[in-house]
């Protein structure tokens, strides 16, 4: 219950700052966005018709044709996430921040969509659209879903040439290109997580109070030294960076002279680590 919560406020979150993001720097700059928003922002500059219903109703198709692609859980997310935005972006349509450098409105606009998605797929959802598509294609394909999502995002800036200047098109790629990298450091940056490679006289000792103290299953391979010719049992165990310390020093008060080994992982599939679905 208690992640389900957590989960709710993180879509809560992201689904606020991607529209006032949106409305604040985007379209106050006359620049383009990716995905569905990008479409609705089109639309709302040829015919002036509000990007909140325009983003509701393209996402309630999309998800409709690809709901198959997502569990059950992140579906759920995916439909409150665009219910959120398109409620959002309603409500802050008359944010603006007006400079005389459209970069600025870029660089944060970029910034604010990047955050707003990152924090919606943390807590395991989509923003619809495209997200669905770069799902699929990282599903599928196994490619990161930061650059699926950006390769589908700059089909949409080709068909926003339609009402902005190239070089606004321009511009709204490199915002694009900043929103990926944000998007990419909020999923991936703050989730890192570490491999542990432990070489014990104690094995058993070691990896009961990796498991009781630091709550984290551990993986005994079968090992044996080059020289000594000795069979010796190999721990592996992977952990979230803030646990690296505390893993040491318990492993060090059991075993002085173990071999420990921690290098960094960049994916992490099942066992209760977050990125599962992706």
């Known amino acids: 219950m208690n992640k389900t919560l957590r989960d709710i406020a993180l879509v809560v979150i992201g689904s606020f700052i991607f529209a ?30 509000s990007p909140g ?32 935005i398109s409620v959002f972006l309603s409500l802050t349509h ?9 970069l600025v409105n870029a660089i944060f606009g970029g910034t604010c969509v990047g955050i707003g998605i ?5 807590a395991g959802g989509t923003t619809a659209g495209t997200t669905i598509l770069a799902k699929i294609a990282t599903k599928y394909l196994d490619v990161s879903t930061p650059y699926a999502l950006l390769f589908f995002d700059l089909l949409v800036v080709l068909i926003s040439l339609t009402q902005i200047k190239l ?9 694009l290109y900043i929103g990926t990298k944000v998007m990419e450091f909020v999923i991936e940056g703050l989730n890192t997580k570490k491999a542990m490679t432990i070489i014990s006289s104690q094995p058993d000792e070691v990896a009961k109070v990796i498991d009781e103290k630091v709550g984290r ?3 005994i391979l079968n090992g044996r030294g080059y020289f000594t010719k000795q069979e010796k ?34 994916d992490v599939y099942g066992n209760g680590f977050l990125i599962d679905e992706h």
């Open 118 to 122: 990152g924090v919606i797929v943390l």
């Open 167 to 175: 070089s606004s098109a321009l511009v709204t790629v490199i915002s």
């Open 217 to 219: 299953g551990l993986t």
């Open 53 to 84: 219903l325009t983003n509701f109703v393209l996402n309630a198709i999309l998800i409709g044709l690809g709901y198959k692609f997502l569990s059950k859980r992140s579906m759920y997310l995916t439909i409150l996430a665009t219910v959120l």
């Open 20 to 49: 006032a993001g949106v409305n604040t720097f985007i379209i106050s700059a006359n620049l383009g966005e990716g995905g569905v928003t990008g479409l609705a922002i089109v639309l709302y500059y040829g015919f002036h018709i």
């Open 233 to 266: 049992d190999v721990l592996y165990v992977v952990i979230s960076k803030t646990q690296v310390t505390r893993a040491k020093r318990l492993i060090r008060k059991i075993d002085e002279n173990a071999f420990l080994v921690i290098h960094d992982v960049r």
């Open 94 to 102: 008359t944010w603006r921040v007006e400079t005389d450098n459209i």
